[in-house]
T-cell receptor, first 112, second 112 residues
Framework: DTAVSQTPKYLVTQMGNDKSIKCEQNLGHDTMYWYKQDSKKFLKIMFS???????INETVPNRFSPKSPDKAHLNLHINSLELGDSAVYFCASSQDLTSEAFFGQGTRLTVV | DQQVKQNSPSLSVQEGRISILNCDYT??????FLWYKKYPAEGPTFLISISSIKDKNEDGRFTVFLNKSAKHLSLHIVPSQPGDSAVYFC???????????FGAGTRLTVKP
């Protein structure tokens, strides 16, 4: 069983579209994260979601919004996609904000 | 399937001594490896990387060793400082492929 799973693995879409990336964890963790990986493979945190408390990185455009229907899911919605949104996005989960994190396999988003 | 494993969830060392964090991988196609450092409630920050054409890469107090035949890499921190206390993630990918896999992390505690 995959602990943290993201779907889809690859997503190609046109500028201006709205898309979602799903993330599910079966570890019973209370905290989930979304990261964006840049061209140098550095990870930049976008959101952390802990017990219904959302912590947002101020540099993230408001076109990006996390949605958590329940504790096991944290989906990433992106409105009005732009070329610069092309990247690999990683979801992760941990028991709390200080514990080790388990990462999903990543979703490669390409905006054309 | 967990292609990148960090079998020690935690490690405690004395200030001034060497910290050795280990990471094993199963996919022989991986040729680029990274270590990230994560403080509580923050995203991982890139620490050091190594490509498979090398067996050692050094940056200040941090050295990463790669043993391709054993599919094993390690991060050495010498001398360890209390500020090094964090969770360290190992990650691996194929250089031309953004499909990156992460270990679960090792929590390092450096005691004064």
């Amino acid at each position: 069983d995959t602990a943290v799973s993201q779907t889809p693995k690859y997503l190609v879409t046109q500028m201006g579209n709205d898309k979602s990336i799903k993330c599910e964890q079966n570890l019973g963790h209370d905290t989930m994260y979304w990261y964006k990986q840049d061209s140098k493979k550095f990870l930049k945190i976008m959101f952390s979601y802990n017990n219904k408390e959302l912590i947002i990185n101020e540099t993230v455009p408001n076109r990006f919004s996390p949605k958590s229907p329940d504790k096991a899911h944290l989906n990433l919605h992106i409105n009005s996609l732009e070329l610069g949104d092309s990247a690999v996005y990683f979801c992760a989960s941990s028991q709390d904000l200080t514990s080790e994190a388990f990462f999903g396999q990543g979703t490669r988003l390409t905006v054309v | 399937d967990q292609q990148v494993k960090q079998n020690s969830p935690s490690l405690s060392v004395q200030e001034g001594r060497i910290s050795i964090l280990n990471c094993d991988y199963t996919n022989s196609m991986f040729d680029y490896f990274l270590w990230y450092k994560k403080y509580p409630a923050e995203g991982p920050t890139f620490l050091i990387s190594i490509s498979s054409i090398k067996d050692k890469n050094e940056d200040g107090r941090f050295t990463v060793f790669l043993n391709k035949s054993a599919k094993h890499l390690s991060l050495h921190i010498v001398p360890s400082q209390p500020g090094d206390s964090a969770v360290y993630f190992c990650a691996a990918s194929e250089f031309d492929n953004n499909d990156m896999r992460f270990g679960a992390g090792t929590r390092l505690t450096v005691k004064p």
